[in-house]
């Protein structure tokens, strides 16, 4: 790896308001260490390090909207509250003090398992369905649906008062938001639901409209999309690049700056049937598709995929070579980094360094601690 020229990630780049030193992005990582939805010192403390280890924007863990039944895990970070909010208060001005730039991940949860914990009540989904044929929880009512809109966009217009540099919005892995676009858990027949993938993109839309007039023309707001999902690796929302125009292209029309395309290797291409086994990747095709700057992720400086590190396997650091061509093609404009970043704080200015020697594979003890 020593020979492999990495300034392809070290370009700046500018995103409406927001310039950013490099295109390494701290991918969203659920940590579950806040007491009581309320992040702490250890939490700010755990984002500097990032943040002095040069990521050129860091992604907080999902933190969820004000809802009763938002979250699945009772550690979970609130964004609302002023216990809450004031945590997040100081891990922004934590990052900003490193010299970082950072947004929050608003996340709904749905109706998608995590532990055995249940929240006080009752558990929201389009169709009352964690998974096809899966019952779970309520089926949202159109008046559920509005309060949920408004509370997106009150955290968003949060974040900004706080001092975060934008925003992303959760909208992958089988969650609410995703919930809404796979026909597999939104049965609905009203203007919510629908045979094709542009009507159930609706309520995604509304989301980022209303997040757009919160924060206003210049604050970028970004959102998380995935093909697949938790309860079924193997789904494809979009399985032509027409598909896939109409699932994103209503999302950017209604105001998204950057696509944060999820996939489990991002070396994999999308539409090999297309453009074959070196072709685009997901984030590559929601570049063209759509004109959005996009973000790639999957098994970055990993051997393996999302699903090791979780079922605690580790993973060993590999060789940026694919990620760097990848870049200088302008196949998409930043990297997510994840899993290799949790263990190793100064993994991205190590590859800047060319200290490639002392990179950190990861380690799933990793997982027990902010390290």
Same mark, same amino acid.
């Given at each position: ?8 990630? @070290? ?169 809404? @676009? ?36 210049? @604050? ?141 594979? @990861? ?9």
């Amino acid at each position: 790896m020593s020979s492999v020229d990495t300034s392809a990630l @070290f370009q700046p780049l500018t995103l409406k308001n927001l310039q950013l030193k490099n295109r390494l992005v701290m991918a969203p990582m659920t940590r579950t260490f806040s007491p009581n939805g309320v992040p702490v010192e250890a939490n700010a403390a755990y984002y500097r390090r990032r943040a002095e280890g040069q990521v050129g924007l860091i992604l907080s863990e999902g933190t969820v909207v004000d809802r009763p039944a938002s979250r699945n895990d009772p550690n979970i970070p609130f964004f609302h509250g002023e216990a809450a909010l004031a945590g997040w208060k100081g891990v922004i001005d934590a990052v900003h003090a490193a010299g970082g730039r950072m947004g929050p991940q608003l996340w709904h949860t749905g109706s998608a398992l995590y532990t055995e914990w249940e929240p006080d009540s009752p558990v929201e989904s389009p169709s009352g369905l964690d998974a096809p044929d899966k019952p779970r929880g309520e089926a949202m009512t159109e008046e559920a649906i509005a309060d949920t809109v408004a509370a997106f966009a009150a955290a968003a217009a949060d974040a900004k008062r706080l001092g975060f540099d934008t925003v992303e919005i959760h909208g992958a892995h089988g969650y609410l938001i995703d919930q809404f @676009f796979w026909s597999g858990t939104n049965r609905r027949t009203d203007g919510y639901g629908g045979a094709t993938l542009k009507e159930r993109s609706r309520f995604a839309s509304e989301i980022v409209a209303a997040t757009r007039k919160a924060v206003g023309p210049d @604050f970028p707001i970004i959102m998380r999309v995935s093909q697949w999902k938790q309860q079924d690796l193997t789904v494809r929302l979009a399985p032509t690049p027409k598909e896939m125009t109409d699932w994103l292209l209503p999302l950017v029309e209604a105001g998204v700056d950057v696509l944060h395309c999820s996939q489990r290797r991002f070396w994999e291409p999308e539409f090999p049937e297309i453009d074959g086994e070196n072709g685009l990747n997901c984030a590559g095709w929601a570049k063209k598709l759509t004109g959005a700057t996009t973000i790639s992720v999957g098994s970055v400086g990993l051997d393996g995929d999302v699903l090791n590190a979780f079922a605690g396997k580790g993973s060993k650091a590999a060789s940026v070579q694919q990620l760097v061509e990848r870049m200088e093609r302008n196949e998409f404009d930043l990297i997510a980094v994840g899993r290799a970043l949790l263990g190793d704080p100064h993994w991205v200015s190590k590859i800047q360094s060319g200290d490639h020697k002392n990179l950190k594979g @990861f380690d799933a003890a990793a997982l027990g601690a902010l390290v």
